[in-house]
């Protein structure tokens, strides 16, 4: 599975200019064939009040990249990805530096989408693992 054009990551990061992405400091910072990566900050926009990353951000991380991880393999001029479900399991706490995901299809399909997205902190271990099943819908 590849994407259906090259990624360009400067579209990415235009397109998420005031929205929740930039707001929570995420940024777009590589992509292969068949994968998406970005990062995000652990600081006082993603910390809940006990000074841990929230479990809600690191969703957010993963629906961010997921969707448009998605959106990157359809033609969008006909067609969109939305988010169905998502799961996460929160593995490893975070309190500072910054968390990088990368999102991998497990399923790309004509109707539905399945990604995983594993989000590490900087020494490479696992913080959240989450899936992400996106509806494929006309535009």
């Known amino acids: 599975m590849a994407f259906r054009a090259p990624v360009s990551l400067d579209e990415l990061n235009r397109?998420?200019?005031?929205?929740?992405?930039?707001?929570?400091?995420?940024?777009?910072?590589?992509a292969g064939e068949d994968w998406l990566q970005a990062t995000m900050p652990v600081d006082?926009?993603?910390?809940?009040?006990?000074?841990?990353l929230h479990g809600g951000a690191s969703v957010v991380?993963?629906?961010t990249l997921g969707s448009?991880?998605?959106?990157?393999?359809?033609?969008?001029?006909?067609?969109?990805?939305?988010?169905?479900?998502?799961n996460a399991n929160h593995l490893r706490a975070a309190r500072s530096g910054v968390v990088t995901g990368t999102a991998r299809a497990?399923?790309?399909?004509?109707?539905?989408?399945?990604?995983?997205?594993?989000?590490?902190?900087?020494?490479?271990?696992?913080?959240?693992?989450s899936r992400l099943t996106l509806a494929v819908v006309p535009a």
């Open 15 to 30: 397109l998420s200019r005031g929205t929740l992405i930039e707001h929570l400091g995420i940024v777009f910072t590589g």
């Open 68 to 86: 448009s991880a998605g959106n990157l393999c359809v033609d969008t001029a006909s067609q969109v990805c939305v988010g169905l479900e998502i």
């Open 106 to 129: 497990l399923h790309v399909g004509r109707t539905t989408q399945v990604w995983e997205i594993r989000i590490e902190n900087e020494a490479g271990k696992p913080v959240c693992i």
């Open 44 to 52: 006082e926009r993603t910390r809940q009040p006990y000074g841990l």
């Open 61 to 63: 991380l993963a629906e």
